[in-house]
C-alpha cells in the first residue's frame, strides 16, 4: 500500500503561484509512475504532470511552459506551478502506480491521495 499526502494548495489571484508537495515513501518515488491531476466541479478528473520512474516527464497542453514536477527521492514530489489562471482552480491529487500504461490517464493509477485546493481568482 502507497500512502500519498498532498499539501501545499491555497487561494491565489490570477499571474499567482504556488507550490504543491506530495509526501510518499522514498521507495515509491524511486520506483513508481507518480502524477498529479486536478478535478473541477462537474468536471473529470484530468491530467497534469507525471513523472515517470524511467525519467519521462510529460505535461497537459494547458499547463506547459507553467507547471513543473519534480521530486525529492526522499520525501516528496512536487508541482510547482507558476501564472496561475482561473481555469487551474480544482482539487489537486497525487497519485501513483508501478506502471502507467498511458502517462495521463486516471485509470492507470492505482494509490491516490486526498488531494488538495487551489483556487485561482480573476
Known amino acids: 500500500q502507497v500512502q500519498l499526502v498532498e499539501s501545499g494548495g491555497g487561494s491565489v489571484q490570477a499571474g499567482g503561484s504556488l507550490r504543491l508537495s506530495c509526501a510518499a515513501s522514498?521507495?515509491?518515488?524511486?520506483?513508481?509512475?507518480m502524477a498529479w491531476f486536478r478535478q473541477a466541479p462537474g468536471n473529470e478528473r484530468e491530467g497534469v504532470a507525471v513523472f515517470s520512474s524511467r525519467g519521462t516527464i510529460r505535461y497537459a497542453d494547458s499547463v506547459k511552459g507553467r507547471f513543473t514536477i519534480s521530486k525529492d527521492n526522499a520525501k516528496n514530489l512536487y508541482l510547482q506551478m507558476n501564472s496561475l489562471k482561473p481555469e487551474d482552480t480544482g482539487m489537486y491529487y497525487c497519485?501513483?502506480?508501478?506502471?502507467?500504461?498511458?502517462?495521463?490517464?486516471?485509470?492507470?493509477?492505482?494509490?491516490w491521495g486526498q488531494g488538495t485546493q487551489v483556487t485561482v481568482s480573476s
Open positions: 497519485a501513483a502506480t508501478t506502471f502507467a500504461a498511458s502517462l495521463l490517464s486516471p485509470s492507470s493509477y492505482d494509490y
Open positions: 522514498e521507495y515509491a518515488l524511486l520506483n513508481y509512475d
